[in-house]
Structures are given as structure tokens and as C-alpha cells.
């Protein structure tokens, strides 16, 4: 099970979701799906996230064990 970090990384940054989503093209309801868990961003999208919030992919998200 992957948990998201998307939510943290953008108050870190103090960024909002809705900057990430104007950023992307994607709607805000996509960007709140992602932080929440609900969905994941296609491969390709992690990136585009990773440079808007000036991190690596790998800290989007973490892997935890059920």
C-alpha cells in the first residue's frame, strides 16, 4: 500500500492545491483525489508534481506494509 505525501509536501512549500492543479491542467478534484489516497497521478504526472513542489518523486509517497 502506497501512502501519499502530496498533502505534506505542499503545505512544506506552502503551496496550494489548487497552484498544483493550474500547474498540471488537471482539475482540483484530481489534485484532492491524489492527496488524499484516494488515486493515484500517472507515472509521467509524478514528476511534473516533483518539480512543482522541488522534490524527488520519492518523496511522494512511501510504501507501509498491511
Given at each position: 500500500?502506497?501512502?501519499?505525501?502530496?498533502?505534506?509536501?505542499?503545505?512544506?512549500?506552502?503551496?496550494?492545491?489548487?497552484?498544483?492543479?493550474?500547474?498540471?491542467?488537471?482539475?482540483?478534484?484530481?489534485?484532492?483525489?491524489w492527496t488524499s489516497?484516494?488515486?493515484?497521478?500517472?507515472?509521467?504526472?509524478?514528476?511534473?508534481?516533483?518539480?512543482?513542489?522541488?522534490?524527488?518523486?520519492?518523496?511522494?509517497?512511501?510504501?507501509?506494509?498491511?
Open positions: 500500500m502506497l501512502e501519499s505525501h502530496i498533502k505534506l509536501k505542499l503545505v512544506e512549500k506552502k503551496k496550494k492545491s489548487k497552484d498544483l492543479a493550474t500547474y498540471l491542467g488537471v482539475s482540483v478534484q484530481s489534485v484532492s483525489n489516497g484516494h488515486a493515484f497521478p500517472p507515472v509521467e504526472t509524478l514528476f511534473k508534481i516533483a518539480d512543482f513542489l522541488d522534490c524527488k518523486v520519492d518523496d511522494l509517497y512511501t510504501y507501509i506494509k498491511d
